[in-house]
């Protein structure tokens, strides 16, 4: 079993709000709207393993370091993340033709800054969309999204509220 700390949209933000969240899992995973290259340094810090894509916002240096899309395994679970996609069942033309060439399990993107778990019962996966940790756009509460793989399912999913958007715990 593998516990996930599932974030997006960070764009350039990172406080202790939303790691002391990442400490306990054994991954993270980013889906894209990173920040400067100084936002994954300071993540990776906190020692875990760090899976990540580009977003629209990202420079070139956050680009040649991460990919637009992203194909792995966890602990049986597959998993297909790009930080564009559309969500079920209005998922983009490009995002559709890679869910349906490799059949993922879970699909995770980010960008709306809109927190969101469903089924896609045409595609037989979970979508999930963490929303955003960070401040900047039009979103009013900042979210992340806690799980575990385990044995080819997910597990224990919770939805962590980091607070309104432009309000920093001290």
């Not at 395994?73 to 033709?97: A, Q, W």
Request: proline letters at 5%.
């Amino acid at each position: 079993m593998k516990s996930i700390g599932l974030i997006s949209d960070t764009h350039g933000f990172v406080n202790e709000d939303y790691t002391q969240h990442l400490k306990d899992c054994d991954e993270i995973w980013h889906a894209g709207d990173i920040g400067p290259m100084d936002t994954m340094h300071q993540l990776e810090a906190l020692g875990k393993p760090i899976r990540a894509v580009y977003g629209n916002i990202d420079d070139d240096k956050v680009r040649a370091e991460y990919p637009l899309n992203l194909f792995f395994d966890c602990e049986g679970v597959s998993i297909f993340m790009t930080h564009i996609g559309g969500y079920p069942p209005k998922i983009y033309k490009r995002v559709r033709k890679l869910i349906e060439e490799n059949k993922p399990n879970l699909y995770i993107c980010g960008h709306s800054h809109i927190l969101k778990i469903m089924p896609d019962h045409e595609h037989d996966l979970i979508h999930m969309n963490p929303g955003a940790c960070g401040h900047h756009g039009f979103h009013k509460f900042r979210t992340m999204i806690l799980f575990d793989c385990d044995e080819g399912k997910l597990k224990n999913v919770r939805v962590v509220e980091l607070g309104k958007r432009g309000q920093i715990k001290k």
